[in-house]
C-alpha cells in the first residue's frame, strides 16, 4: 500500500458546491414561483465591468470596478426553493426587489414566502417584477437558509469556476 491508493488533496478542499444562481432574462405567458428560504435579501452592490459582475469594495482604492469607473448597482439575492423543490440563489434588480417588499408586511423575515416572479414583454428589456403570493403553512419543514456569498464568489470569479454549470437563464 502507498499514498497512491489514497485520496489526497494538497490543499484543503473548498466549502460546499456553489447553490444553483437563477436570473430571469426574458419574458414567459406564466410566472416562475419561488418559496423563500433566507431571511432577509444578501445585497450587495456590484459594477459591471463589461465582461461580469464584481463586487464593490469598500475600500475603493482596492475595488476594480471603481478603478474603472464601472457603472454600479445594487442586486438582490434570496436563497430559495423553485418550483421543482430544487434550492437554487435567485437575483433580483433594485425594482423587483423594492416590490416585492412592498407586498408584504414591514420588516416581515422573508422566509417561508411565496413569490411569483416575472420579466414583462420587451425580451431583456423586460422589466422585473417580483411579489409575495402566499405563505409556506409549515416553515419549520423548510430547508436552513444557505449564505450567498459562497455561491457569489463563483459568480464573480473570485472562486476558481467549475466544469459542472451551476447557473443558469430562464426564459
Ligand atoms: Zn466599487
Not at 459594477?47 to 470596478?65: D, I, L, Y
Not at 430544487?86 to 413569490?115: D, F, H, Q, W, Y
Request: overall charge positive; proline content about 9%.
Amino acid at each position: 500500500m502507498d499514498t497512491s491508493d489514497f485520496v489526497l488533496q494538497s490543499v484543503p478542499p473548498d466549502g460546499p458546491r456553489p447553490l444553483l444562481l437563477v436570473r430571469i432574462k426574458a419574458h414567459r405567458m406564466n410566472p416562475y414561483y419561488f418559496t423563500i428560504l433566507s431571511m432577509e435579501f444578501f445585497g450587495p452592490r456590484v459594477h459591471w465591468t463589461g465582461e461580469r459582475t464584481s463586487p464593490c469594495f469598500k475600500a475603493r482604492e482596492k475595488c476594480p470596478g471603481c478603478k474603472l469607473k464601472a457603472p454600479g448597482k445594487w442586486l438582490g439575492y434570496l436563497h430559495c426553493l423553485d418550483e421543482h423543490g430544487k434550492e437554487c440563489l435567485l437575483e433580483l434588480t433594485n425594482r423587483a426587489a423594492k416590490m416585492l417588499l412592498a407586498s408584504v408586511p414591514k420588516n416581515r423575515v422573508l422566509r417561508g414566502l411565496k413569490i411569483s416572479v416575472q420579466r414583462t414583454e420587451g425580451g431583456k428589456h423586460g422589466r422585473l417584477c417580483a411579489t409575495c403570493c402566499g405563505v409556506v403553512p409549515n416553515q419549520q419543514a423548510l430547508p436552513a437558509p444557505k449564505d450567498p456569498l459562497h455561491t457569489l464568489l463563483y459568480l464573480w470569479g473570485l472562486k476558481e469556476d467549475l466544469d459542472e454549470p451551476w447557473s443558469e437563464l430562464l426564459a
